[in-house]
Protein backbone atom coordinates (compact mmCIF):
# COMPACT_ATOMS: atom_id res chain seq x y z
CA UNK A 1 0.00 0.00 0.00
CA UNK A 2 1.23 3.42 -1.00
CA UNK A 3 2.05 5.90 1.36
CA UNK A 4 -0.27 8.99 0.99
CA UNK A 5 1.13 11.70 -0.76
CA UNK A 6 2.35 14.55 1.56
CA UNK A 7 1.62 17.61 -0.80
CA UNK A 8 3.46 20.36 1.14
CA UNK A 9 6.74 18.69 0.55
CA UNK A 10 6.34 19.21 -3.37
CA UNK A 11 9.34 21.51 -4.38
CA UNK A 12 11.37 20.69 -1.23
CA UNK A 13 15.18 19.61 -2.26
CA UNK A 14 16.73 16.86 -0.45
CA UNK A 15 19.98 15.76 0.04
CA UNK A 16 21.00 12.45 0.76
CA UNK A 17 24.67 11.28 1.84
CA UNK A 18 25.11 7.17 1.19
CA UNK A 19 22.03 7.81 -1.16
CA UNK A 20 22.89 4.62 -3.33
CA UNK A 21 22.57 1.89 -0.44
CA UNK A 22 19.80 -0.29 0.18
CA UNK A 23 17.99 1.84 2.83
CA UNK A 24 18.89 5.35 1.93
CA UNK A 25 17.96 4.56 -2.05
CA UNK A 26 14.32 3.46 -0.90
CA UNK A 27 14.05 6.96 0.90
CA UNK A 28 15.16 9.23 -2.15
CA UNK A 29 12.62 7.25 -4.10
CA UNK A 30 9.84 7.42 -1.71
CA UNK A 31 10.95 11.49 -1.32
CA UNK A 32 10.66 11.66 -5.04
CA UNK A 33 7.42 10.12 -5.04
CA UNK A 34 5.96 12.71 -2.86
CA UNK A 35 7.69 15.78 -5.29
CA UNK A 36 11.01 16.27 -4.03
CA UNK A 37 13.66 17.20 -5.73
CA UNK A 38 16.80 14.57 -4.65
CA UNK A 39 20.75 14.92 -4.32
CA UNK A 40 22.25 12.36 -3.93
CA UNK A 41 25.90 12.53 -2.49
CA UNK A 42 28.23 9.44 -3.00
CA UNK A 43 31.90 8.85 -3.82
CA UNK A 44 30.68 6.62 -6.43
CA UNK A 45 29.38 8.25 -9.08
CA UNK A 46 27.71 4.82 -11.12
CA UNK A 47 26.10 3.68 -8.00
CA UNK A 48 24.44 7.41 -7.59
CA UNK A 49 23.72 7.48 -11.23
CA UNK A 50 21.78 3.93 -10.93
CA UNK A 51 19.17 5.28 -8.02
CA UNK A 52 18.96 8.49 -10.52
CA UNK A 53 17.60 6.69 -12.87
CA UNK A 54 15.39 5.17 -11.16
CA UNK A 55 13.67 8.04 -9.63
CA UNK A 56 13.69 9.65 -13.52
CA UNK A 57 12.30 6.37 -15.09
CA UNK A 58 9.27 6.97 -12.42
CA UNK A 59 8.88 10.67 -13.24
CA UNK A 60 11.13 12.29 -10.19
CA UNK A 61 13.68 14.61 -10.26
CA UNK A 62 16.95 13.68 -9.11
CA UNK A 63 20.90 14.37 -9.61
CA UNK A 64 23.70 12.73 -8.37
CA UNK A 65 27.12 14.46 -7.07
CA UNK A 66 30.32 12.78 -6.51
CA UNK A 67 31.88 14.22 -2.70
CA UNK A 68 33.18 12.26 -0.14
CA UNK A 69 31.62 12.94 3.85
CA UNK A 70 35.35 13.24 5.10
CA UNK A 71 36.19 16.00 2.27
CA UNK A 72 34.79 19.51 3.30
CA UNK A 73 35.94 21.08 0.22
CA UNK A 74 34.34 17.96 -2.10
CA UNK A 75 30.99 18.59 0.02
CA UNK A 76 31.33 22.68 -0.29
CA UNK A 77 31.56 21.86 -4.01
CA UNK A 78 28.60 19.61 -3.77
CA UNK A 79 26.57 22.35 -1.82
CA UNK A 80 27.61 24.76 -4.37
CA UNK A 81 26.29 22.59 -7.45
CA UNK A 82 23.24 21.67 -5.86
CA UNK A 83 22.05 25.55 -4.79
CA UNK A 84 23.08 26.27 -8.56
CA UNK A 85 21.22 23.88 -9.80
CA UNK A 86 18.39 23.52 -7.68
CA UNK A 87 18.05 26.64 -6.09
CA UNK A 88 18.08 25.73 -2.53
CA UNK A 89 18.27 23.08 0.23
CA UNK A 90 15.22 22.07 2.77
CA UNK A 91 16.27 18.73 4.12
CA UNK A 92 19.22 17.01 4.65
CA UNK A 93 19.96 13.15 5.38
CA UNK A 94 23.29 12.00 7.10
CA UNK A 95 22.73 8.32 5.63
CA UNK A 96 26.33 7.38 4.78
CA UNK A 97 27.99 4.82 6.99
CA UNK A 98 29.81 1.72 6.68
CA UNK A 99 32.29 -0.64 8.06
CA UNK A 100 35.31 -2.48 7.94
CA UNK A 101 37.28 -5.89 8.66
CA UNK A 102 40.18 -3.65 10.44
CA UNK A 103 37.46 -2.68 13.01
CA UNK A 104 35.51 -5.97 13.47
CA UNK A 105 36.89 -8.70 16.02
CA UNK A 106 36.39 -12.40 15.10
CA UNK A 107 34.57 -13.02 18.30
CA UNK A 108 32.03 -11.62 20.40
CA UNK A 109 33.78 -12.70 23.49
CA UNK A 110 37.75 -12.64 23.91
CA UNK A 111 39.48 -16.10 23.05
CA UNK A 112 43.42 -16.84 23.35
CA UNK A 113 43.57 -17.94 19.96
CA UNK A 114 45.97 -16.71 17.06
CA UNK A 115 44.02 -17.37 14.48
CA UNK A 116 41.29 -15.01 15.35
CA UNK A 117 41.24 -11.42 15.58
CA UNK A 118 40.94 -9.73 19.11
CA UNK A 119 40.17 -6.31 20.08
CA UNK A 120 44.56 -5.97 20.65
CA UNK A 121 44.42 -6.63 16.72
CA UNK A 122 42.07 -4.05 15.76
CA UNK A 123 43.86 -1.46 13.31
CA UNK A 124 44.00 2.01 14.85
CA UNK A 125 43.62 3.12 10.82
CA UNK A 126 40.24 1.08 10.48
CA UNK A 127 38.70 2.09 13.78
CA UNK A 128 39.32 5.78 13.16
CA UNK A 129 37.95 5.67 9.80
CA UNK A 130 34.89 3.41 10.19
CA UNK A 131 34.21 6.13 13.43
CA UNK A 132 34.90 9.00 11.06
CA UNK A 133 32.58 7.99 8.20
CA UNK A 134 30.03 7.09 10.71
CA UNK A 135 30.14 9.71 12.99
CA UNK A 136 32.77 12.70 11.71
CA UNK A 137 30.49 12.60 8.18
CA UNK A 138 27.52 13.93 10.20
CA UNK A 139 29.32 16.76 11.39
CA UNK A 140 30.62 17.69 8.81
CA UNK A 141 27.58 17.46 6.36
CA UNK A 142 25.92 18.91 8.67
CA UNK A 143 28.40 22.02 9.14
CA UNK A 144 28.55 22.32 5.11
CA UNK A 145 25.04 22.02 4.42
CA UNK A 146 23.56 24.06 7.63
CA UNK A 147 23.90 27.65 6.53
CA UNK A 148 21.65 26.84 3.35
CA UNK A 149 19.13 24.80 5.17
CA UNK A 150 18.64 27.81 7.73
CA UNK A 151 17.45 29.72 4.84
CA UNK A 152 14.30 28.05 4.54
CA UNK A 153 11.08 28.09 6.37
CA UNK A 154 11.16 24.41 7.40
CA UNK A 155 14.97 23.18 7.38
CA UNK A 156 15.02 19.33 8.47
CA UNK A 157 18.07 17.39 9.01
CA UNK A 158 17.64 13.33 9.69
CA UNK A 159 20.17 11.67 10.92
CA UNK A 160 20.72 7.52 10.35
CA UNK A 161 21.85 6.07 13.51
CA UNK A 162 20.99 2.28 14.63
CA UNK A 163 20.60 -0.25 17.47
CA UNK A 164 23.48 -0.67 18.17
CA UNK A 165 23.78 2.95 19.60
CA UNK A 166 21.44 2.00 22.60
CA UNK A 167 23.33 -1.59 23.69
CA UNK A 168 26.49 -2.08 21.22
CA UNK A 169 26.50 -4.91 19.19
CA UNK A 170 29.45 -7.61 18.90
CA UNK A 171 32.37 -7.36 16.71
CA UNK A 172 32.15 -3.92 16.00
CA UNK A 173 32.86 -1.30 18.45
CA UNK A 174 33.91 1.37 16.03
CA UNK A 175 30.48 1.51 14.45
CA UNK A 176 28.63 1.11 17.69
CA UNK A 177 30.34 3.92 19.18
CA UNK A 178 30.23 6.18 16.41
CA UNK A 179 25.97 5.09 16.10
CA UNK A 180 26.12 6.70 20.02
CA UNK A 181 27.83 9.15 19.27
CA UNK A 182 25.12 9.87 16.51
CA UNK A 183 22.22 10.06 18.90
CA UNK A 184 24.04 12.41 21.61
CA UNK A 185 24.71 14.38 18.44
CA UNK A 186 21.18 14.75 17.58
CA UNK A 187 20.03 15.91 20.69
CA UNK A 188 23.05 18.78 20.70
CA UNK A 189 22.12 20.16 17.28
CA UNK A 190 18.33 19.94 17.79
CA UNK A 191 18.83 22.31 20.97
CA UNK A 192 21.16 24.46 19.38
CA UNK A 193 19.42 25.47 16.11
CA UNK A 194 16.02 24.71 18.27
CA UNK A 195 15.19 28.54 18.15
CA UNK A 196 16.18 28.84 14.20
CA UNK A 197 12.86 26.54 13.30
CA UNK A 198 15.49 23.93 12.26
CA UNK A 199 14.75 20.74 13.28
CA UNK A 200 17.09 17.63 14.00
CA UNK A 201 15.86 14.26 14.23
CA UNK A 202 17.45 10.73 13.67
CA UNK A 203 16.26 7.05 12.70
CA UNK A 204 17.24 3.96 14.35
CA UNK A 205 16.73 1.11 12.16
CA UNK A 206 16.79 -2.14 13.78
CA UNK A 207 17.96 -5.31 11.62
CA UNK A 208 17.08 -4.67 8.12
CA UNK A 209 19.61 -6.89 4.93
CA UNK A 210 22.02 -4.88 3.42
CA UNK A 211 25.30 -5.02 1.01
CA UNK A 212 26.87 -4.14 4.09
CA UNK A 213 25.97 -6.81 6.31
CA UNK A 214 24.84 -9.56 4.25
CA UNK A 215 27.56 -11.55 4.94
CA UNK A 216 27.36 -11.35 8.48
CA UNK A 217 24.29 -12.55 8.35
CA UNK A 218 23.39 -14.92 6.10
CA UNK A 219 25.53 -18.12 4.62
CA UNK A 220 26.53 -18.96 1.28
CA UNK A 221 23.51 -20.71 0.53
CA UNK A 222 21.23 -18.32 2.22
CA UNK A 223 20.59 -19.27 5.39
CA UNK A 224 20.64 -17.62 8.55
CA UNK A 225 24.17 -17.26 10.63
CA UNK A 226 23.99 -17.67 13.90
CA UNK A 227 24.16 -13.68 14.49
CA UNK A 228 20.96 -13.98 12.44
CA UNK A 229 19.32 -16.51 14.26
CA UNK A 230 19.92 -14.58 17.36
CA UNK A 231 18.85 -11.61 16.21
CA UNK A 232 15.31 -13.11 15.26
CA UNK A 233 15.11 -14.19 18.33
CA UNK A 234 15.57 -10.87 20.19
CA UNK A 235 12.70 -9.10 17.88
CA UNK A 236 9.64 -9.45 18.91
CA UNK A 237 8.55 -9.47 15.43
CA UNK A 238 10.60 -12.26 14.45
CA UNK A 239 11.95 -11.04 11.15
CA UNK A 240 14.23 -8.57 9.29
CA UNK A 241 12.77 -5.51 8.60
CA UNK A 242 11.86 -3.94 5.12
CA UNK A 243 13.74 -1.01 3.52
CA UNK A 244 10.21 0.60 3.06
CA UNK A 245 9.24 0.19 6.79
CA UNK A 246 11.36 3.07 7.52
CA UNK A 247 9.71 5.49 4.91
CA UNK A 248 6.42 6.49 7.41
CA UNK A 249 9.05 7.58 9.99
CA UNK A 250 10.89 9.40 7.34
CA UNK A 251 7.88 11.41 5.79
CA UNK A 252 6.54 12.06 9.39
CA UNK A 253 10.05 13.49 10.71
CA UNK A 254 10.75 15.95 7.29
CA UNK A 255 6.95 17.06 7.63
CA UNK A 256 6.26 19.86 10.00
CA UNK A 257 2.75 19.64 9.58
CA UNK A 258 2.86 16.14 11.10
CA UNK A 259 5.92 16.56 13.16
CA UNK A 260 6.63 20.43 14.13
CA UNK A 261 7.36 20.04 17.26
CA UNK A 262 9.35 16.70 17.50
CA UNK A 263 13.21 17.91 17.45
CA UNK A 264 16.19 16.25 19.28
CA UNK A 265 14.54 12.34 18.89
CA UNK A 266 15.91 9.05 17.97
CA UNK A 267 12.87 7.45 16.54
CA UNK A 268 13.70 3.26 16.84
CA UNK A 269 12.39 1.47 13.79
CA UNK A 270 12.87 -1.91 15.01
CA UNK A 271 9.98 -4.70 15.19
CA UNK A 272 10.53 -4.46 18.89
CA UNK A 273 14.12 -5.02 19.69
CA UNK A 274 14.45 -2.45 21.86
CA UNK A 275 11.44 -3.25 23.96
CA UNK A 276 12.74 -6.87 24.77
CA UNK A 277 14.34 -7.58 27.60
CA UNK A 278 15.51 -11.20 26.46
CA UNK A 279 12.98 -12.67 29.09
Known amino acids: MLIPIHENLSGRVAVVTGGSGVLCSEMCGELSRHGVKVAIL ?3 YEKGKEVVDRIKSNGGIANNFVADVLDRTSLENARDEI ?16 NHPDSITSSETHREDSSEKTFFDLEE ?8 TNFT ?9 GKALLKQDSPVIINISSMSAYLPMTKVPAYSAAKASINNFTMWLATYFANTGMRVNAIAPGFFLT ?13 YTDRS ?3 IQNTPMRRFGKPKE ?16 VTG ?3 PVDGGFSAFSGV
Not at 137 to 145: M, P
Not at 211 to 223: P, R
Not at 246 to 261: A, I, K, M
Open 42 to 44: NRN
Open 83 to 98: IKLYGKIDILINGAGG
Open 125 to 132: EGFSRVFA
Open 137 to 145: SVFLTSQVF
Open 211 to 223: KQNKNLLLNEDGS
Open 229 to 231: NKI
Open 246 to 261: LLGTLLWLVDESYSGF
Open 265 to 267: MTV
